[in-house]
DNA sequence: CATCTGAGAAAACGCCCGTTCTCCCACGGT
DNA sequence: ACCGTGGGAGAACGGGCGTTTTCTCAGATG
């Protein structure tokens, strides 16, 4: 609080007037944040037209943004890491963010005419190289997200085209896999 | 602390003589959480045979821990999330944590005769579905993240085999995929 | 039996920090 | 020029919590 007066030079009086508590100014922020990344993604998606393109861009992004000198992770998974337990309030707005995101995915997979499906897998890419560079410091994880995300991408496309024997070709290609559990979903 | 002393009846005189602060307590606790995770998931890898089965044992095994009624997440990355920027420490054992969980997948990688770079495919996709299963309350990422681990595990371990042409014609499948970045690091 | 040691229980301290209060000045109306 | 209002700056309050201290007592020792 009083690193934020001294930092925005706004009088306290004035802070408490606009955000009642503290939490109140954190979910504000949070909000501002989660529209802002948002935006900045989808401006930086557009400057791509082919839809495969633009889906790999999400990952290209990523590592631009892990690259900038303050990053210290998704603020979201670190909000709701610290705060999701206490604060209900918290735990949403992280939710609802992630669910923006998915969102946001699921458009592109839906343009490159992938399956559904596909969608979850690049989350969950998306959602761990930020962890994996936040912890290991480094903006490698970017990379390799898309590395798999170039893999999964042609592999759900042709699942979804009129020639399933592709895809049933390359599930089970030279390696056999556990028989346990459905392929979609 | 205080709860700490009430739930473990442990006085705190005799609490500070063994950890003689909060942080050294926390660190302790984060270290002994390392060694018993990656002791579990270890013990459930085992209990399958076929290398391939192993690798994506792993991601049965977090279905499991996903659902466990008190699954917050991993503790790792909630501790880095609120403590690695003003405790080097709890960054380092983090850090540590990753890296060990990583090794253990490199060894899995290894042993089903796959490409050493489908380790950090699938440290993404299971770091992902971690975050993704805590902030969104369902163990489901980690049905997603095997799915996806089900369909690069094979195309890993068909561009490592002496017929690159199977890689080579899955990288390019039906869709040509973005012109910019390498596609192995 | 007297005494000393060490552990347990809980109160007390001290600091941090979110929040509120007080003081003071500048400005606008009459 | 006088006075009331509103906003700025910082002190002050209060609770939470990590840490320390105090008090007491059980058991061992000479």
Request: charged share 20%; aromatic share 8%; with cysteine.
């Amino acid at each position: 609080m009083d690193a934020i007066r001294t930092a925005s030079g706004v009088p306290l009086k004035r802070l408490y007037q606009i955000f009642p508590s503290k939490n109140s100014l954190i979910e504000a922020y949070l909000r501002r944040r989660d529209a802002r990344w948002l935006r900045n993604l989808a401006e930086y998606v557009d400057t791509y037209d082919a839809p495969e393109q633009r889906v790999l861009a999400v990952f290209d992004w990523l590592f631009l943004w892990f690259n900038e000198p303050d990053f210290r992770g998704c603020g979201f998974i670190n909000a709701f890491g610290e705060l999701g337990a206490t604060s209900q309030e918290v735990a949403d707005i992280a939710k609802a963010h992630k669910d923006a995101f998915r969102r946001c995915l699921a458009d592109l997979v839906a343009a490159a005419d992938a399956p559904a499906w596909l969608t979850d897998q690049l989350v969950l890419l998306a959602e761990g190289a930020m962890t994996t560079a936040a912890i290991s410091g480094s903006p490698e994880p970017a990379r390799h997200a898309r590395d798999a995300a170039r893999v999964l991408l042609p592999v759900a496309h042709a699942a979804a085209s009129p020639l399933p024997e592709q895809a049933v070709a390359l599930a089970h290609n030279p390696a056999p896999v556990s028989p346990g559990g459905t392929t979609t979903r």
